[in-house]
């Protein structure tokens, strides 16, 4: 095997990439119980299969040139984003052996930097794990900042009771889209409000479009909360088949929860956490969602609804040089 290569078809399915993934999630998550999913392999290498089967994206990966894989890097084209942006954007996932070190994890930047600098990339972004401490050290001595830390939680939802009525929250209507949106151009927040490289209006607009397309059928579920004959919030609720645990188990996500600024301390968003969860008590076993680390209020109301840490991650960005 090459000491680098690009990943091709078939990839995934090969002893070598297993045998890698195993062992990197082995070492994920050491001194933890319950956190592995039992068919993550799968589900990674599904991931992968899935991303590279669009001709923008790309990937490349490592070896110890003796069949031993050690990193794998995966760069997707943000398209969606790019179109309301107006930008040039990739995202890009990186796995790799903790024991190879950080020039490895460097020599994977590299290969994946130059790629997106020949296909017009300006602004790229990357996911690392806290526990991945090669990778940290590889992404600060090329020049990476660092955008936001979040948490990966989760929730199991044998145990939960549901709640019945929760006065003051229905399921979405469509005459609620416009409102939806306009709570989500101007109070939703994340990292992209931060970035010099993308205008704010166009941001917005982005949060606006996205909240729409979770009322428009992205979704499998949207709650809305609302006071005066107002609505004041909102939270989507999604199935992902892939993300299972273990074979025929099914997980749910909240993609997303915005509240109006004048709802906010007022229980709000424990009232549509309640009503999200009343409906994944029907149709999925564990629930995921992702939170800031920074909006720990958001943090530890997830916690108080049963929810749990399962990963600490951060997310870094770099201009691309052309």
Known sequence: MKRTGCIGKGFTEGKAFRDFINALLKARYAGTKGLLRKNEPEIIAGNITALMEDK???GFFTSNGKGRIDGVIVVSVLKWDNAILGRVMAKAVLWGDISAGGNKAASLLSLAEEEAGRRGVGYFSLDAYATEGYALGALARRGYILEESKWKM??????YKTNGRVPGVREYAPGDKKSVAKIAYSDYSNRYLDNPFLESGKVRTLYAEWAGNCCS??????FVSSSGGGITGFIACNLDKRGSRAPGERTGIIDLIVLDRCSRGKKTGQALIKKGL???KENADIVKLEVAVNKFPAAAIYIKHGFRPQALFHVFSRRVRR
């Open 278 to 280: 009343d409906w994944f």
């Open 154 to 159: 989760t929730r199991d939802m044998a145990a």
């Open 56 to 58: 923008d994206n790309f």
């Open 217 to 222: 059928g992205r979704s499998d579920k949207v």
